[in-house]
């Protein structure tokens, strides 16, 4: 065989074998580069819950970058006050994919900066409750969270997840959407407007499509105790803890159902949102416990916290004007609102210059539904406006509304921020009644903000220095002089000008008080501090209440229809004098000099006279009708 014949062999072979290798590394499978990840992973752990602390773990997003930052919140919509979450945040670790630590720097009270974060699998920390830090002292001054705005941990029993509380963000990824999953103990249900996904008893599962949307929908987890009904295709749930047992959710639902049915009466074309939560916490305010009472909006749902001691009726009574006005918030920010909330950021926030409309109006139909629909007498709408104008009267009436809120979180500015709850409903109401004037009686605030919806709606954010103008196109040059003059402006309303409008006058009113308080500060009664015994002091003689009773100076009051009440229980009488209504019976146990006595009688409660008004022009019925009842 020849050499060359042999190198030909030789050569077919090499050829084969690197034709067979080819055949091989092409049957070989490729290997992609791994998928991005796009979502922003969230396991919170109520089950082993250690030293009063829930741990979370954060699964980020894939990041390209060499460092981001972690952030807990400062500051949440609808609070208004910087308050940083972050400091109930505590042993923040990093980790890669095989759990070796990443290097991580706290930044500030509530921001950490992570190195090497292509390598970023995981984050865990530890989170405290704000509820057990609560003095009830500090509201409005930086040192409590607003309990509605707080967060509780009760190993088995009960927790509030105001998210923001719990999860954080990454810098650049607020649009970023979030899976939430929640191990819980099998015995506690989570209240939310939240579909939860996983059908476990144990594990709840919640998707939503940014941050924004989680930190809006709180939840409470505690022993199911809850009522359900629907109105007019919104499904409502009412939620309640009551740490005693105290009251359950059947206990409030009649009457919330009733004013919750006229809400929706009241708004007609407004259904932005198919279901709807409240989530009432009840404190044991004598314990280590939530101090801060009142609710916090959101866009379908709303969380209050209220004293487990107040008596059932006052309860009822506080439900109705608290949780009215946070429902009303359908209306306005989620329907109509500026860039600033839309895109809210929340360690550098910038606020928005309309308050009066998120809080005044949203105020002010939580009021004018009640005589709309018959739940309150006109007489009774003409006194709380009244009672408006006086407390705003108090505050600062020259600032501009608008320079206001845009400052809100800085003095001087911070400290007239309670304004929006009368001077901003008066600003509402002189709008509606303008309205009203210039449209023969068919025009009215509530078609405003209709028309506003339409204009904008819930995802569609307006600019903050347009609104104005936007509100003069759609309406009348005289409500844009008003919006000019009275709310950006620093000219003081006159609100007899506008109830004039609709033939109300100026008149002096008699409104009831409280029959241990005068002027709702000062006492009638003292406590005897060996016996703890609740004695009426000299002044009795100037309150009706006791007078027609037979209550005299340094009677010890014993019990009232059957309570025997004390030092120990002395707020539960105060909060059940709310609730006297003059002409019923009642029946008063007391000592005089060592013998006890029942006294019984009606109620007579002490009056006040106070500036308000009346109707007294007929010539303007009708329009004085279409501004409160159509």
């Not at 191990?183 to 499509?209: Q, R, V, Y």
């Not at 845009?406 to 303008?434: F, R, S």
Request: aromatic share 10%; net charge negative; hydrophobic share 35%.
């Amino acid at each position: 065989m020849s050499s060359k014949h042999l190198k030909s062999k030789k050569m077919k072979k090499i050829l084969k074998s690197f034709g067979i290798a080819l055949l091989i590394l092409a049957c070989k499978p490729t290997f992609a580069a791994e998928t991005p990840k796009k979502t922003v992973s969230v396991s919170i752990d109520l089950v082993n819950v250690k030293e009063d602390k829930v741990q979370v773990t954060i699964m980020p997003p894939t990041f390209t970058t060499e460092t981001i930052t972690f952030n807990i919140p400062k500051i949440v919509p609808g609070t208004y006050s910087e308050d940083d979450y972050g400091r109930f945040v505590e042993n923040v670790k990093a980790f890669d994919k095989k759990g070796n630590p990443l290097k991580i720097a706290k930044m500030d009270e509530n921001s950490y900066t992570i190195s090497d974060a292509k390598a970023l699998a995981k984050i865990t920390y530890w989170v405290n409750d704000t509820y057990d830090t609560e003095s009830g002292e500090g509201f409005g001054k930086g040192d409590d969270i607003f309990s509605p705005a707080g967060t509780n941990i009760i190993e088995g029993e009960n927790f509030v997840l105001n998210t923001h509380g719990f999860v954080g963000y990454f810098d650049g990824h607020l649009e970023t959407p979030y899976s939430v999953e929640i191990k819980h103990p099998a015995t506690l249900w989570g209240a939310t407007s939240m579909i939860d996904t996983n059908a476990s008893n144990e594990i709840d599962l919640f998707n939503t499509s940014r941050y924004a949307e989680l930190v809006d929908h709180p939840i409470m987890y505690s022993k199911p105790d809850y009522t359900a009904f629907n109105v007019e295709g919104m499904d409502i749930v009412i939620s309640v803890y009551s740490p005693k047992g105290k009251y359950k959710a059947a206990d409030i639902t009649p009457e919330m159902e009733n004013f919750m049915r006229a809400q929706k009466r009241f708004l007609g074309k407004f259904n932005s949102t198919k279901k709807y939560t409240i989530l009432l916490y009840l404190s044991d305010v004598m314990g280590k416990d939530a101090k801060g009472f009142g609710a916090l909006e959101h866009t379908t749902s709303t969380t209050v916290v209220m004293p487990e001691m107040m008596p059932l009726e006052a309860l009822k009574e506080q439900l109705k004007d608290v949780v009215s006005h946070e429902f009303f918030h359908i209306v306005t920010p989620l329907s109509v609102h500026s860039r600033e909330i839309h895109f809210f950021d929340y360690n550098s926030p910038k606020m928005s210059e309309h308050l009066w409309m998120y809080e005044g109006i949203t105020e002010y139909f939580a009021n004018l539904f009640q005589i709309n629909q018959g739940l309150i007498s006109e007489e009774d709408f003409y006194k709380r406006m009244a009672g408006k104008i006086e407390q705003a009267n108090a505050m600062n009436d020259k600032m501009s509304f608008t320079k206001m809120s845009k400052n809100v979180l800085n003095p001087p500015y911070k400290d007239q921020y309670i304004n929006v709850y009368q001077k901003g409903a008066l600003i509402a109401m002189c709008l509606d009644i303008q309205l009203r004037e210039l449209s023969g009686g068919k025009r009215g605030i509530l078609s405003l903000m209709q028309d506003l919806s339409n204009e904008f709606g819930s995802q569609k954010p307006f600019n903050d220095n347009e609104l104005f103008a936007t509100i003069t196109k759609i309406t009348y040059p005289e409500i844009g002089a008003f919006l000019e003059k009275y709310v950006a402006g620093e000219t003081p309303i006159p609100y007899d000008f506008y109830f004039a409008k609709m033939g109300v006058k100026n008149a002096k009113i008699q409104v009831p008080g409280n029959a241990f308080l005068k002027d709702e500060r000062t006492p009638y009664i003292r406590v005897d501090q060996s016996t703890k015994e609740i004695i009426a002091l000299p002044m009795v003689n100037e309150n009706s209440f006791m007078t027609t009773l037979g209550i005299k100076g340094e009677d010890h009051i014993l019990a009232i229809n059957g309570t025997a009440y004390n030092f120990d229980n002395i707020y539960d009488l105060i909060m059940a004098s709310e609730d006297f209504k003059e002409g019923d019976t009642i029946t008063v146990k007391i000592s005089r000099d060592g013998k006890e006595q029942t006294l019984t009688g009606k109620i007579v409660l002490p009056k006040t006279e106070k500036d308000g008004f009346m109707a007294t022009d007929k010539s303007k019925e009708n329009l004085k009708n279409a501004w409160l009842k159509s």
